[in-house]
């Protein structure tokens, strides 16, 4: 199948010119790709942030040049793109790498189209087996009722995050770009388009892009990872044991934001709760019977309706451990860093046996990969790899397991889960010799 371009009107916002410590010059681009808007909720202005993108370019660098595809975390509801230059991303820059961060639409805003005298409402989007997006003009993406919660409607993130990936490819040769040396990266909720981008939307036309190299850290594998459900239950107890009591990886204090739905307890421009499964799902596990509940129940009780068309679609978004043993771009490099391993809301929705189960899975479709995770609950002594790292943090020192397939180890100079390692593992996917 051929991917074809749909690409609206890019808008040039601005262009800033500027230099990096080491003096290489670069400009910064203000680019939007997409037709959606909201009004800002303190100036009441139209805002199109949600489909906004800031392309960061190196002057002087060879062409074509590789291109990092950042995308941003924040519980598909908030968070921002990057869009001013950072120590990270001069280093980049440096080394002859352009870097591009992206915004999104978010599932508890709503969004719309057309002229603000006559706007209309964003559309629903439908998916096909093969992960194809279409849009669905005339039907409002409300007309979509949520089952448990808000990653329902994470279509329209993910829709958004293609586009401006088919933006960027198309004016690739504009700004020298080798849009087929590209590296992907992102925190959090940013892992559902990095992964659909790689293991989905690039499966249906490999000649449009080609990601070669990922580093996704606090990272999610399946989802949902709030109001959670079978798969990824099935995820925690195939590793730790599916007899093992909620109460060890959980706390009873985040049963409820975790089990259960959070967005049920907060305001939304969009219906992001069903408040009568949160209430039968939060009684039921949440409660009195909190200490005695087994993954194993939650398991065979919290299920996602594959089997129903209206409800099938979301694997294409939801599942990366089956999308990418279904496919994925040749030569790919995969780099997973994951510390939290606590019991608390934070840490359940980016543990470190996400990271473990990242190597698993990656392992099994053979993809190249590193992985770093702390020890977390329940993790049996075979888990503990023979190469450890201490590593200083905010949150004070972690120390890291490492596996790697194909035999990755902290570059000289550099230390375990570092900025500077990160960019010298983009380097050697895209073919090039770098310094820090």
């Given at each position: 199948m051929k991917i074809v371009f749909?690409?609206?009107?890019?808008?040039?916002?601005?262009?800033?010119?500027?230099?990096?410590?080491?003096?290489?010059?670069?400009?910064?681009?203000?680019?939007?790709?997409?037709?959606?808007?909201?009004?800002?909720?303190?100036?009441?202005?139209?805002?199109?942030?949600?489909n906004?993108?800031?392309?960061?370019?190196?002057?002087?660098?060879?062409?074509?040049?590789?291109?990092?595809?950042?995308?941003?975390?924040?519980?598909?509801?908030?968070?921002?793109?990057?869009?001013?230059?950072?120590?990270?991303?001069?280093?980049?820059?440096n080394n002859g790498i352009a870097w591009a961060s992206t915004d999104y639409r978010f599932v508890t805003t709503k969004y719309y189209y057309g002229d603000e005298a006559n706007p209309i409402e964003e559309e629903y989007i439908e998916i096909?087996?093969?992960?194809?997006?279409?849009?669905?003009?005339?039907?409002?993406?409300?007309?979509?009722?949520?089952?448990?919660?808000?990653?329902?409607?994470?279509?329209?993130?993910?829709?958004?995050?293609?586009?401006?990936?088919?933006n960027l490819a198309s004016s690739s040769a504009k700004y020298g770009l080798d849009i087929h040396r590209l590296g992907l990266t992102g925190g959090s909720a940013g892992g559902a388009g990095i992964n659909y981008l790689t293991y989905v939307f690039h499966s249906l036309d490999p000649t449009v892009y080609t990601p070669v190299?990922?580093?996704?850290?606090?990272?999610?594998?399946?989802?949902?990872?709030?109001?959670?459900?079978?798969?990824?239950?099935?995820?925690?107890?195939s590793d730790i044991g599916f007899e093992t009591k909620l109460s060890l990886?959980?706390?009873?204090?985040?049963?409820?934001?975790?089990?259960?739905?959070?967005?049920?307890?907060?305001?939304?421009?969009?219906?992001?709760?069903?408040?009568?499964?949160?209430?039968?799902?939060?009684?039921?596990?949440?409660?009195?019977?909190?200490?005695?509940?087994?993954?194993?129940?939650?398991?065979?009780?919290?299920?996602?309706?594959?089997?129903?068309?209206?409800y099938a679609h979301l694997i294409k978004l939801w599942y990366a451990t089956e999308n990418m043993l279904f496919y994925h771009p040749p030569s790919l490099k995969l780099y997973v860093v994951n510390f939290l391993n606590g019991t608390s809301h934070l840490d359940f929705v980016h543990n470190a046996l996400y990271a473990r189960n990242y190597a698993l899975y990656a392992g099994s479709a053979n993809i190249d990969?590193?992985?770093?995770?702390?020890?977390?609950?329940?993790?049996?002594?075979?888990?503990?790899?023979?190469?450890?790292?201490?590593?200083?943090?905010?949150?004070?020192?972690?120390?890291?397991?490492?596996?790697?397939?194909?035999?990755w180890a902290p570059p000289k100079g550099t230390k375990a889960t570092s900025d500077a390692e990160q960019l010298l593992f983009h380097c050697q996917a895209m073919s090039l010799t770098c310094s820090i």
């Amino acid at each position: 199948m051929k991917i074809v371009f749909v690409v609206l009107s890019t808008l040039l916002l601005s262009v800033q010119s500027h230099f990096t410590a080491a003096g290489t010059e670069y400009n910064i681009e203000t680019i939007v790709y997409g037709k959606y808007w909201t009004k800002d909720t303190k100036t009441g202005n139209i805002t199109r942030e949600c489909n906004t993108y800031y392309l960061f370019v190196p002057l002087n660098a060879s062409r074509p040049m590789p291109l990092i595809l950042e995308i941003h975390g924040g519980a598909f509801v908030g968070g921002d793109p990057t869009k001013k230059p950072t120590p990270q991303i001069e280093a980049y820059l440096n080394n002859g790498i352009a870097w591009a961060s992206t915004d999104y639409r978010f599932v508890t805003t709503k969004y719309y189209y057309g002229d603000e005298a006559n706007p209309i409402e964003e559309e629903y989007i439908e998916i096909d087996s093969n992960g194809t997006m279409t849009l669905i003009e005339g039907t409002p993406l409300s007309n979509y009722h949520v089952r448990v919660g808000r990653q329902e409607y994470i279509t329209k993130s993910v829709y958004d995050i293609s586009q401006a990936l088919l933006n960027l490819a198309s004016s690739s040769a504009k700004y020298g770009l080798d849009i087929h040396r590209l590296g992907l990266t992102g925190g959090s909720a940013g892992g559902a388009g990095i992964n659909y981008l790689t293991y989905v939307f690039h499966s249906l036309d490999p000649t449009v892009y080609t990601p070669v190299s990922i580093v996704y850290q606090m990272a999610q594998l399946d989802y949902p990872v709030e109001n959670v459900l079978d798969r990824v239950w099935h995820l925690w107890g195939s590793d730790i044991g599916f007899e093992t009591k909620l109460s060890l990886i959980l706390s009873k204090s985040a049963c409820g934001d975790v089990v259960g739905n959070p967005f049920c307890k907060e305001a939304s421009q969009t219906e992001v709760c069903n408040s009568t499964w949160n209430d039968i799902t939060t009684a039921k596990y949440c409660g009195n019977a909190f200490e005695e509940v087994t993954i194993d129940q939650l398991l065979r009780t919290q299920i996602w309706p594959v089997y129903r068309p209206e409800y099938a679609h979301l694997i294409k978004l939801w599942y990366a451990t089956e999308n990418m043993l279904f496919y994925h771009p040749p030569s790919l490099k995969l780099y997973v860093v994951n510390f939290l391993n606590g019991t608390s809301h934070l840490d359940f929705v980016h543990n470190a046996l996400y990271a473990r189960n990242y190597a698993l899975y990656a392992g099994s479709a053979n993809i190249d990969y590193v992985v770093y995770y702390t020890d977390y609950h329940g993790m049996t002594s075979k888990d503990i790899s023979s190469e450890r790292y201490e590593v200083p943090g905010l949150f004070g020192h972690s120390v890291f397991n490492k596996l790697s397939n194909f035999g990755w180890a902290p570059p000289k100079g550099t230390k375990a889960t570092s900025d500077a390692e990160q960019l010298l593992f983009h380097c050697q996917a895209m073919s090039l010799t770098c310094s820090i």
